[in-house]
């Protein structure tokens, strides 16, 4: 079983590419982003951590974790947010770790995350991987038309992925180990993961 990294910024498509994954090859796919979001409701202990260090509730009035409030902390503080970051990551990974034992038996799992390769907790992190990318303005309207955001809003978030829009704009970084760009029709898509499936797939040969 190898671990496939699949990344990509706002409105790229790579959650598109990870349901081919998994419906068509059968591959698990972990939503990390999401999945930290279970993680501050169901471990107590880290909320509670997350909130000691922030200084300040992150809950609702009845006791229930806020996403809002707690994104408010954070979007324009980075040491808050490495703050919060050292707390959930480890438990993040743990979270993982499980996924993989109960997936062992698969050539491969996916591990979908929009700022994996942001974060220096986890340089060196799988064994292969995939950026999903599509042109800024590609990108921009794809994420207006899901999240139903004000453009201006949806611009703000994406202006702040630094790294993937400097990949979108042809840079380099070694640690990618294939590139599927995202700007066609589902099948085009379709295809350019089932060549990539096959190169990896010559790779190990």
Same mark, same amino acid.
């Given at each position: 079983?190898?671990?496939?990294?699949?990344?990509?910024?706002?409105? =790229?498509?790579? =959650?598109?590419?990870?349901?081919?994954?998994? @419906?068509?090859?059968?591959?698990?796919?972990?939503?990390?982003?999401?999945?930290?979001? @279970?993680?501050?409701?169901?471990?107590?202990?880290?909320?509670?951590?997350?909130?000691?260090?922030?200084?300040?509730?992150?809950?609702?009035?009845?006791?229930?974790?806020?996403?809002?409030?707690?994104?408010?902390?954070?979007?324009?503080?980075?040491?808050?947010?490495?703050? %919060? @970051?050292?707390?959930?990551?480890?438990?993040?990974?743990? $979270?993982?770790?499980?996924?993989?034992?109960?997936?062992?038996?698969? @050539?491969?799992?996916?591990?979908?995350?929009?700022?994996?390769?942001?974060?220096?907790?986890? $340089?060196?992190?799988? $064994? %292969?991987? %995939?950026?999903?990318?599509?042109?800024?303005?590609?990108?921009?309207?794809?994420?207006?038309?899901?999240?139903?955001?004000?453009?201006?809003?949806?611009?703000?978030?994406?202006?702040?992925?630094?790294?993937?829009?400097?990949?979108?704009?042809?840079?380099?970084? =070694?640690?990618? $180990?294939? %590139?599927?760009?995202?700007?066609?029709?589902?099948?085009?898509?379709?295809?350019?993961?089932?060549?990539?499936?096959?190169?990896? =797939?010559?790779?190990?040969?």
């Amino acid at each position: 079983m190898r671990v496939m990294v699949v990344t990509g910024g706002i409105g =790229s498509g790579k =959650s598109f590419v990870c349901r081919i994954l998994n @419906e068509r090859y059968g591959y698990p796919v972990y939503e990390a982003d999401a999945k930290v979001k @279970e993680l501050y409701v169901s471990k107590p202990a880290l909320l509670d951590a997350i909130e000691a260090a922030l200084g300040m509730s992150v809950r609702e009035a009845d006791g229930k974790f806020s996403p809002r409030m707690l994104a408010a902390a954070i979007f324009s503080d980075r040491g808050a947010l490495e703050n %919060v @970051e050292t707390l959930v990551f480890p438990a993040l990974k743990e $979270d993982f770790a499980a996924f993989l034992v109960l997936h062992s038996d698969k @050539e491969y799992v996916v591990f979908e995350s929009a700022t994996v390769l942001e974060k220096r907790q986890f $340089d060196g992190f799988g $064994d %292969v991987t %995939v950026l999903v990318d599509a042109p800024f303005e590609v990108r921009l309207e794809r994420a207006v038309a899901r999240d139903g955001m004000p453009r201006e809003k949806v611009l703000e978030r994406m202006t702040n992925q630094r790294l993937m829009n400097e990949l979108s704009e042809g840079g380099k970084d =070694s640690r990618i $180990d294939y %590139v599927i760009v995202n700007d066609g029709m589902a099948a085009e898509v379709g295809k350019k993961v089932a060549e990539m499936l096959e190169k990896l =797939s010559k790779q190990k040969c």
